[in-house]
């Protein structure tokens, strides 16, 4: 689990480390330089390299020194010398002119094969200045050191204009702003390198694939023994979502499925899976609140109960029953979310799941989505939040986790009922609440940028592709 710092703990950290700071300095320039490498700086190539005057700048000036070395014609358009006499910075670019690196005032841009942005660092925020401003529309690509100029890493936003980075090079930790917000619209491809700080508290944990391991099954496993689910929902020409959150928690690897559709639809589902059960409740087109207590007669044989998938509106009453009634581990998603009309009703006797997105958050919580505001749900409600998005957030507990696997190939209705049955299946075969959302939201993004490779991504393509990345 990697962890995500803010701007502030970063800071604390560099004045807190062991090595001095021309020797981080010193490691954080070599890296960029080697970056600068991989994106094709070469013997004769041009690079501009934009250099502040703060310590951004001096990890500019180390990179140009490098660069020089290697025979690439760098140029340090500089905006200002680094400030104080006795500067890391200052010493940095004194160190760089004496290898050779033409150091000159920020200009107008000038023709180059790269540009290097070292103005300002992950503590910046506000506008960037004018004379910064027409060097944005540079056609050579971008290697941004620790941000992109005009971003802000607390929280991803941009007053007015940034750099659009092709490549982004931090130290020791990604900031929070690299993955919310403009961030990742403004980051590239980012890497974070060890400059041998350590520690940090982290804000956010970033959910990688070494993560979220998917728990075998044991020689003697029986079909209930390897995760049950019962999806509940189904409402007049909302079956499929019920299905598709049935059937994705089947290829997800739950043992046994049940589909509880209200009765009037049981017979058009029977056809839709020959491997999801299905169960009618009532005999109407909708479920009524009296219909809670037969859909929980032998409940008790299912891990997770899913509910809201094609539900239908108006169905606060039926929805209160089931969380109510139900004292086991509960999976509420679409509709379900959106019977709910007081997010203190969401504290309950068993364990919990929501998994709205960023609408249905807002109008649960009147709150925007963010990750702040899903772990105060959760902290407050004692339940785990999987706030779905780009990225997904995952807040239980501690610090909330972030997923950034997956993108706009999975904005198609549909999506998030596989997600939904994705992560009960996952949650039913042993993961605690937080991991089985964290690694259904990772796999579910994981198959659907494969799936994009070949094909337009449509969530019963979805479904199969899940099963095939969970193998």
């Not at 970063?10 to 490498?37: K, N, P, R, T």
């Not at 209160?320 to 997010?343: C, F, K, Y």
């Not at 997600?419 to 579910?444: P, S």
């Amino acid at each position: 689990m990697r962890s995500v710092i803010t701007p502030e703990e970063s800071a604390s950290l560099d004045a807190a480390a062991a090595d001095h700071i021309d020797a981080l300095m010193e490691q954080a320039g070599l890296w960029v330089a080697l970056a600068a490498v991989e994106m094709g700086a070469g013997y004769g190539s041009r690079v501009a390299v934009l250099a502040g005057p703060g310590n951004n700048g001096g990890d500019a000036y180390v990179a140009a020194k490098y660069l020089a070395r290697r025979g690439v014609a760098v140029i340090v358009y500089a905006r200002g010398f680094p400030k104080g006499d006795f500067s890391a910075a200052r010493r940095a670019a004194s160190a760089a002119a004496n290898a050779g690196v033409t150091v000159v005032p920020l200009s107008e841009p000038v023709a180059a094969d790269l540009v290097i942005d070292g103005l300002f660092g992950s503590g910046f925020h506000g506008s960037l200045p004018d004379d910064v401003l027409p060097w944005l529309t540079h056609t050579a690509p971008v290697l941004a050191i620790d941000v992109p100029s005009g971003l802000n890493a607390a929280d991803g936003s941009v007053e007015g204009e940034s750099f659009h980075a092709e490549r982004t090079i931090t130290f020791h930790a990604f900031k929070v702003g690299h993955l919310v917000g403009e961030g990742p619209d403004r980051c590239g491809l980012i890497s974070a390198r060890d400059i041998g700080l350590v520690g940090g508290e982290p804000e956010l944990r970033l959910v990688e694939e070494s993560d979220v391991r998917i728990p075998a099954r044991e020689r003697t496993a029986h079909k209930w023994s390897s995760g049950s689910v019962m999806v509940v929902g189904g409402s007049p020409g909302l079956t499929g979502a019920l299905m598709l959150a049935a059937t994705g928690a089947l290829r997800s690897g739950a043992g046994a499925v049940v589909a509880a559709v209200p009765g009037r639809w049981q017979a058009a589902l029977a056809g839709m899976s020959a491997g999801v059960m299905t169960r009618g409740i009532g005999a109407g087109e909708r479920f009524d609140a009296v219909d809670a207590a037969e859909l929980l007669e032998g409940a008790d044989r299912f891990d997770i109960i899913v509910l809201g998938p094609g539900l239908g509106p108006e169905q606060d009453k039926f929805v209160h029953e089931v969380m109510t009634r139900w004292p086991g581990r509960l999976l509420i998603d679409a509709d379900g979310l959106n019977a709910i009309g007081d997010p203190a009703q969401l504290r309950r006797e068993g364990d919990t799941i929501i998994t709205p997105h960023a609408g249905e958050f807002s109008r649960l919580t009147g709150e925007d989505g963010s990750y702040r505001a899903a772990a105060h749900l959760a902290e407050s409600q004692g339940i785990t939040v999987l706030l779905k998005g780009n990225p997904t957030i995952v807040a239980g507990s501690g610090a909330p986790f972030v997923v950034t696997e997956g993108g706009p190939e999975l904005a198609t209705i549909g999506t998030g009922d596989v997600l939904a049955g994705a992560v009960a299946a996952l949650w039913a075969r042993g993961l605690g609440a937080e991991m089985a959302a964290c690694a259904g939201a990772f796999w579910h993004g994981r198959a659907g940028h494969r799936l994009a490779e070949r094909t337009v991504v449509t969530a019963e393509g979805l479904v199969d592709e899940i099963g095939s990345v969970l193998r």
